[in-house]
């Protein structure tokens, strides 16, 4: 027996699936240049656009210079520095929890959350759409596993009424492919009325939402109470890397212990964690970055609506247009490209097939005039390739 890997690439690529690596060759920013070529990006995840800005890359700078640029150990040898210790106080601080937990990475704080917290014999229900990383714990927790229709409290309902165990509700709280958030306060009466926990991943709600940018439970002024497991990502709005769990101190703790991807994993650099304080100090006070954002969500929509593209139902920084052929909206995104517009298409596996899509994301560091060129180009790429033909 052997692997037919080949056979396996190449049924990928006619399925219009297969996925390229672009080489970006520049800092990101709302102007790029991507395989040799200039364009102007709509696909990256730098809501507030920090990931280069001047103050970060000098305190990243700077804490390298002091605290050299490896972690060194794991957090529980001798890789849990004073900068990692000041960022976990903030990142408290700034989510109003007792403790937070610095993670190297999103997927390893979903990991490590889920399959602390539950085991065989407990239960895991989650989103149908929840990003990858949380399906997998759910998997990997050895939980009884379950989904619920996508943001419907009352299939949740229904699926809470058979869970054993310590029960674990997982959801995101911005959809990243769709755009939408969870209807969290429907979602946390379900849990207390059965006894469950929820975890909300607020990856793409930090920056963006709530008054202050704490995200979705920000936006709907929810307590630690209602949603005692709180994760956070911090390679989009806050434009460095990393992710944490913010929490009670018994939650935090009992991850120090039994956590596996906290535990045996080395730390990020010191440097980084410095980064990434004043990163969140200035979504902290620089409102306007998210005003301005709001500004050009509101003409994306407008002017998509204008043209006619079919939008989703989403208020954040992700736009996503839905297409349905994978074909077509490679062809699109293709298109587009070569009006020196980059606008990622998301296929199946990534979205349910026939749901294939642009995926726009803007951010603070776009301007009105840089909307209004993706505006123009999504209008004559549309009219170029006309419409989808039918299939009656």
């Not at 976990?88 to 190297?104: I, K, Q």
């Not at 399959?115 to 998997?139: C, F, I, Y």
Request: with cysteine; hydrophobic share 45%.
């Amino acid at each position: 027996m052997s692997f037919d890997l080949a056979a396996r690439l190449a049924a990928r690529r006619a399925e219009n699936l297969y996925r390229h690596r672009p080489l970006l060759e520049s800092p990101q920013g709302p102007e790029v240049v991507v395989d040799g070529q200039p364009l102007l990006a709509f696909c990256n995840n730098d809501y507030l656009g920090l990931a280069n800005h001047p103050q970060v890359i000098e305190a990243w700078r700077a804490g390298a210079t002091r605290w050299g640029v490896g972690g060194g150990a794991s957090h529980l040898v001798i890789g849990h520095s004073s900068p990692h210790h000041a960022l976990e106080e903030a990142l408290a601080d700034f989510t109003g929890r007792p403790r937070a937990l610095l993670f190297t990475t999103g997927y390893m704080a979903n990991l490590g959350a889920v399959t602390a917290l539950v085991g065989q014999g407990d239960t895991v229900l989650e989103d149908r759409l929840n990003h990858a990383s949380l399906l997998d714990a759910g998997l990997l927790s050895g939980a009884r596993f379950n989904r619920y229709l996508h943001n419907d409290a009352a299939s949740l309902a229904k699926r809470l009424e058979k869970a054993t165990g310590n029960t674990l509700i997982v959801t995101d709280g911005v959809f990243s492919m769709d755009g939408d958030i969870a209807d969290l306060p429907a979602l946390a009466r379900e849990a207390k009325a059965k006894g469950a926990w929820l975890m909300v991943d607020d990856a793409h709600g930090f920056g963006p939402l709530g008054a202050h940018g704490g995200g979705i439970v920000e936006h709907f002024g929810l307590s630690q109470e209602d949603v005692p497991v709180l994760v956070g990502t911090l390679g989009k709005a806050f434009g460095t890397a990393g992710a944490f769990v913010a929490g009670s101190e018994e939650l935090i703790e009992s991850l120090i212990q039994f956590a596996r991807p906290y535990i045996y994993t080395t730390s990020q650099p010191p440097a980084l964690a410095c980064a990434t304080l004043k990163s969140l100090e200035l979504l902290r006070s620089e409102h306007w970055r998210r005003e301005h954002l709001k500004t050009l969500i509101c003409q994306f929509r407008h002017g998509a609506e204008q043209i006619g593209l079919e939008l989703m139902d989403s208020f954040t920084p992700i736009q996503p247009i839905m297409i349905g052929d994978a074909g077509r909206a490679v062809r699109l995104s293709q298109m587009l490209r070569e009006r020196g517009l980059m606008v990622t298409a998301i296929r199946p596996p990534t979205v349910p097939a026939g749901s294939a899509r642009l995926r726009v994301t803007l951010t603070a560091a776009h301007s009105e005039a840089q909307v209004q060129l993706l505006l123009k180009g999504l209008a004559d790429c549309f009219q170029q390739l006309g419409p989808e033909p039918s299939h009656a």
